[in-house]
């Protein structure tokens, strides 16, 4: 069977190599591409799409709008992760609010149902470093997952095709472990 690919955009994350090491022990390689620089269709390619977290606030539609456009437009599946998430809720239309600096490991409760989580039990904890917040789910999609200040802790598309999440994926164990059930969608 031939290793599966995975883009990732780097929106500017402090944990890059962290995430694409996740991938890899998980049995896919990744390309990099930042993301003022992604291509208009992911093709052939790649099996999926990761965003991952950003320095630059989410709501910034005009820097993101190649980025927007791609992930709304592919047919593969889309995975924004923190601020990668918020890109992709404040596009669908979506809001941000403030909250309480979250840094290091919080618990969140998610849809046990979901394919996404067929890898953990109802409850997780995962990596947190932000202050910004997705304040319900946007049209088209659902919040999978909450915690104490995240309402939409993890999100969904309507169609399963777009998820999301606010924490880091890529520090902890049950943050790999949600990685694999994104990875079983493609496998």
Same mark, same amino acid.
């Given at each position: 069977?031939?290793?599966?690919?995975?883009?990732?955009?780097?929106? $500017?994350? +402090?944990? #890059?190599?962290?995430?694409? %090491?996740?991938? =890899?022990?998980? *049995?896919?390689?990744?390309?990099?591409?930042?993301?003022?620089?992604?291509?208009?269709?992911?093709?052939?390619?790649?099996?999926?799409?990761?965003?991952?977290?950003?320095?630059?606030?989410?709501?910034?539609? %005009?820097?993101?709008?190649? #980025?927007? !456009?791609?992930?709304?437009?592919? !047919?593969?599946?889309?995975?924004? /992760?923190?601020?990668?998430?918020?890109?992709? $809720?404040?596009? =669908?239309?979506?809001?941000?609010?403030?909250?309480?600096?979250?840094? $290091?490991? @919080?618990?969140?409760?998610? %849809?046990? *149902?979901? =394919?996404?989580? =067929?890898?953990?039990?109802?409850?997780?904890?995962?990596?947190?470093? @932000?202050? #910004?917040? +997705?304040?319900?789910?946007?049209?088209?999609?659902?919040? /999978?997952?909450?915690?104490?200040?995240?309402?939409?802790?993890?999100?969904?598309? !309507? %169609?399963?095709?777009? @998820? *999301?999440?606010?924490?880091?994926?890529?520090?902890?164990? !049950?943050?790999?472990?949600?990685?694999?059930?994104?990875?079983?969608?493609?496998?």
């Amino acid at each position: 069977m031939a290793t599966s690919r995975v883009l990732v955009v780097n929106n $500017g994350t +402090l944990s #890059l190599k962290q995430l694409r %090491d996740r991938f =890899a022990e998980l *049995g896919s390689a990744t390309d990099t591409v930042e993301a003022a620089h992604v291509p208009a269709k992911a093709g052939d390619r790649y099996q999926a799409i990761v965003l991952s977290g950003t320095k630059v606030r989410a709501y910034d539609s %005009d820097h993101y709008r190649p #980025l927007i !456009d791609l992930v709304m437009t592919t !047919d593969v599946p889309v995975f924004g /992760i923190c601020g990668g998430m918020q890109i992709i $809720g404040v596009a =669908a239309g979506g809001g941000l609010a403030e909250g309480p600096q979250r840094v $290091g490991g @919080h618990q969140a409760r998610v %849809d046990p *149902g979901e =394919a996404l989580f =067929a890898h953990v039990g109802p409850t997780v904890t995962v990596f947190h470093r @932000h202050t #910004l917040y +997705l304040r319900q789910a946007p049209p088209g999609f659902r919040s /999978i997952g909450r915690s104490e200040h995240a309402p939409v802790e993890f999100l969904r598309s !309507d %169609d399963g095709r777009i @998820h *999301g999440s606010q924490a880091h994926l890529e520090f902890r164990r !049950d943050g790999k472990e949600i990685l694999r059930g994104f990875t079983d969608l493609w496998k």
